[in-house]
């Protein structure tokens, strides 16, 4: 697993496959894991998790949201979103032209 | 590298986050580390993790870069390093998991120490500290050495916190506003290991748990109800009962739990009942000879009073109580016909003599506040004599206290006579008396400390 995240380099990043998973809806920690590991294979480490967590939420892409102590959910906010959506129209032109050209060669 | 092994080392590796990351993330993270099954791959992540948010120079700067460096110079300085710190660390940390816990689990100064319990030999005491949940801790203490306690090891887990007779296995609050406890191995008493946590069964707050005395059944006890477990196997436990489904002691006027939850919850000496407190002024006696058909056998009632501590008597005919405003119950609990209250001692807080004051001050607030003192309760081994510790505090803001430990002799009926007293200067703390009923324990409610002294 170790190798596919390298292999997905930087459109695998944390932070990315954390704003996805909360495009749905709030998550805490561990469902972020599990929904991340559902939907891209991805393996991440608590460690990564959170590091990349407190990242975004010092940047304003998520915030926490107050409920329990322990177990706190997080939900992307606008900033996030804009964000996610920019990033999604860039790897989208990325991936329309890497079609064309592997389609040509 | 044992999933085991992994989860310790990723558990004292959050502890080696910047204490303002801790007091933001570190529950959230403990409760992943929960449910995920930790590796290699974890710790590393953890490390990295840690490490790099040392350098963050938002949490702690801890490594001044010259600033005419450039970009890329401090960036390569970093990278550097964080090799030279790192890779050493990860080989060495394995070898000293301990030193890690006592460095980073430290109780804080002033958390209160919130429960304390004894193994049966009285060589091994957990002490636990209430205080938020990533940094409520469990301390170990060896007193083989009575005149010099030695602290064995410190690790995640607060208040109540109990530790099986035979010294064997501690269960903690596994904290986090889930009424759940978590059991830690500690027959190597250097190197706690957790072995489970007990999820199921209950809701609202903890606040009591007890082992019996064979060490085979743990019961815990939340606001919302009580439930027995089967921790013969203490890394494979096993929900035998939920007992309660009506609240426990959730209108209690103190706080939830109460203090040190210890006496509140506790097994008669052959095993085959245990007492619980259960709302105002009444304890209930449960069946648990057969403890996955444990029933009700009867909810004793005392007077319109909270019960702080409760105790059977060594032969467990007899079940002794203090309430929280001073009156000392005791409730024929065996032997023929129902069980009932047989002796009611009001007032024992009017004359617990107060540290500034003379013996006839009633108390803070007039002898009606909701804090009035904290109470422990013990026979002695050979049952003829009952002995109650209360923790009378001066008013705040002084943190000064006085311990007076009231000794009755006691006959078969649990009638009272003879009415000693003695008295001793403590700091504001919790009582606990030791088995044995020879040794008093007093939780700091400021210091994290705890004092022990013997009675004469």
Same mark, same amino acid.
């Given at each position: 697993?170790?190798?596919?995240?390298?292999?997905?380099?930087?459109?695998?990043?944390?932070?990315?496959?954390?704003?996805?998973?909360?495009?749905?809806?709030?998550?805490?920690?561990?469902?972020?894991?599990?929904?991340? !590991? #559902?939907?891209?294979? =991805?393996?991440? $480490?608590?460690?990564?998790?959170?590091?990349?967590?407190? %990242?975004?939420? *010092?940047?304003?892409?998520?915030?926490?949201?107050?409920?329990?102590?322990?177990?706190?959910?997080?939900?992307?906010? !606008? #900033?996030?979103?804009? =964000?996610?959506? $920019?990033?999604?129209?860039?790897?989208?032109?990325?991936? %329309?032209?890497? *079609?064309?050209?592997?389609?040509?060669? | 590298?044992?999933?085991?092994?992994?989860?310790?080392?990723?558990?004292?590796?959050?502890?080696?986050?910047?204490?303002?990351?801790?007091?933001?993330?570190?529950?959230?993270?403990?409760?992943?580390?929960?449910?995920?099954?930790?590796?290699?791959?974890?710790?590393?992540?953890?490390?990295?993790?840690?490490?790099?948010?040392?350098?963050?120079?938002?949490?702690?700067?801890?490594?001044?870069?010259?600033?005419?460096?450039?970009?890329?110079?401090?960036?390569?300085?970093?990278?550097?390093?964080?090799?030279?710190?790192?890779?050493?660390?990860?080989?060495?940390?394995?070898?000293?998991?301990?030193?890690?816990?006592?460095?980073?689990?430290?109780?804080?100064?002033?958390?209160?120490?919130?429960?304390?319990?004894?193994?049966?030999?009285?060589?091994?005491?957990?002490?636990?500290?209430?205080?938020?949940?990533?940094?409520?801790?469990?301390?170990?203490?060896?007193?083989?050495?009575?005149?010099?306690?030695?602290?064995?090891?410190?690790?995640?887990?607060?208040?109540?916190?109990?530790?099986?007779?035979?010294?064997?296995?501690?269960?903690?609050?596994?904290?986090?506003?889930?009424?759940?406890?978590?059991?830690?191995?500690?027959?190597?008493?250097?190197?706690?290991?957790?072995?489970?946590?007990?999820?199921?069964?209950?809701?609202?707050?903890?606040?009591?748990?007890?082992?019996?005395?064979?060490?085979?059944?743990?019961?815990?006890?939340?606001?919302?109800?009580?439930?027995?477990?089967?921790?013969?196997?203490?890394?494979?436990?096993?929900?035998?009962?939920?007992?309660?489904?009506?609240?426990?002691?959730?209108?209690?006027?103190?706080?939830?739990?109460?203090?040190?939850?210890?006496?509140?919850?506790?097994?008669?000496?052959?095993?085959?009942?245990?007492?619980?407190?259960?709302?105002?002024?009444?304890?209930?006696?449960?069946?648990?000879?057969?403890?996955?058909?444990?029933?009700?056998?009867?909810?004793?009632?005392?007077?319109?009073?909270?019960?702080?501590?409760?105790?059977?008597?060594?032969?467990?005919?007899?079940?002794?109580?203090?309430?929280?405003?001073?009156?000392?119950?005791?409730?024929?609990?065996?032997?023929?016909?129902?069980?009932?209250?047989?002796?009611?001692?009001?007032?024992?807080?009017?004359?617990?003599?107060?540290?500034?004051?003379?013996?006839?001050?009633?108390?803070?607030?007039?002898?009606?506040?909701?804090?009035?003192?904290?109470?422990?309760?013990?026979?002695?081994?050979?049952?003829?004599?009952?002995?109650?510790?209360?923790?009378?505090?001066?008013?705040?803001?002084?943190?000064?206290?006085?311990?007076?430990?009231?000794?009755?002799?006691?006959?078969?009926?649990?009638?009272?006579?003879?009415?000693?007293?003695?008295?001793?200067?403590?700091?504001?703390?919790?009582?606990?008396?030791?088995?044995?009923?020879?040794?008093?324990?007093?939780?700091?409610?400021?210091?994290?400390?705890?004092?022990?002294?013997?009675?004469?």
């Amino acid at each position: 697993m170790h190798g596919k995240f390298d292999g997905l380099g930087r459109f695998a990043d944390p932070s990315l496959l954390i704003l996805t998973s909360l495009s749905d809806g709030p998550k805490h920690g561990y469902a972020i894991m599990t929904d991340i !590991a #559902a939907f891209s294979g =991805v393996g991440m $480490e608590p460690g990564t998790l959170y590091g990349a967590l407190s %990242r975004l939420e *010092r940047r304003g892409w998520i915030r926490p949201l107050a409920v329990g102590e322990r177990r706190r959910p997080y939900e992307i906010t !606008a #900033a996030g979103q804009e =964000v996610l959506a $920019e990033q999604l129209r860039s790897m989208q032109q990325v991936v %329309r032209v890497a *079609r064309q050209r592997t389609a040509t060669a | 590298m044992k999933p085991a092994l992994a989860d310790r080392l990723s558990r004292a590796v959050v502890g080696c986050y910047p204490r303002r990351w801790k007091q933001r993330y570190a529950a959230e993270l403990l409760d992943v580390l929960d449910q995920h099954r930790a590796g290699p791959r974890t710790v590393l992540s953890l490390a990295g993790g840690a490490l790099s948010t040392h350098l963050d120079p938002d949490y702690r700067m801890q490594i001044r870069l010259k600033p005419h460096l450039s970009r890329d110079a401090k960036l390569y300085i970093a990278i550097f390093a964080a090799i030279i710190v790192g890779v050493p660390a990860l080989v060495i940390l394995p070898m000293i998991p301990r030193a890690i816990r006592e460095s980073r689990w430290e109780p804080s100064s002033s958390d209160s120490v919130g429960a304390i319990a004894f193994s049966r030999d009285q060589r091994i005491m957990v002490s636990a500290t209430g205080g938020p949940p990533w940094e409520a801790t469990s301390t170990l203490w060896d007193l083989t050495g009575q005149a010099r306690p030695r602290r064995l090891s410190v690790f995640e887990g607060g208040s109540p916190a109990t530790i099986s007779p035979d010294g064997a296995t501690v269960a903690a609050n596994a904290g986090g506003g889930r009424a759940q406890a978590a059991l830690w191995n500690v027959t190597r008493p250097q190197h706690p290991a957790r072995l489970a946590v007990l999820s199921a069964g209950l809701s609202g707050a903890l606040w009591g748990e007890a082992f019996s005395p064979d060490g085979r059944i743990l019961a815990v006890a939340s606001t919302s109800g009580l439930v027995l477990w089967d921790v013969a196997d203490p890394a494979r436990p096993r929900l035998l009962r939920s007992l309660a489904a009506d609240p426990l002691v959730s209108d209690n006027p103190g706080p939830v739990p109460f203090g040190v939850g210890q006496g509140d919850l506790v097994f008669s000496p052959d095993g085959r009942m245990l007492a619980s407190v259960s709302g105002s002024g009444q304890v209930t006696l449960w069946d648990v000879a057969r403890p996955a058909r444990a029933t009700r056998i009867a909810t004793l009632a005392g007077p319109r009073d909270y019960l702080a501590a409760l105790a059977f008597s060594p032969r467990g005919n007899l079940l002794a109580g203090v309430t929280y405003h001073g009156s000392v119950l005791v409730f024929r609990v065996a032997g023929p016909g129902r069980p009932a209250r047989v002796t009611t001692r009001p007032g024992i807080l009017a004359s617990a003599r107060f540290p500034g004051g003379g013996s006839t001050q009633a108390g803070p607030c007039g002898g009606d506040c909701d804090d009035p003192a904290a109470y422990a309760a013990g026979f002695t081994p050979d049952g003829r004599a009952l002995t109650v510790v209360v923790d009378r505090p001066e008013a705040w803001p002084s943190t000064a206290a006085r311990d007076t430990v009231f000794t009755w002799q006691v006959t078969g009926s649990g009638a009272l006579s003879d009415l000693t007293t003695i008295f001793r200067d403590v700091s504001d703390a919790q009582p606990v008396l030791a088995p044995g009923g020879r040794i008093v324990a007093d939780g700091s409610l400021t210091g994290g400390e705890v004092h022990l002294w013997t009675l004469p």
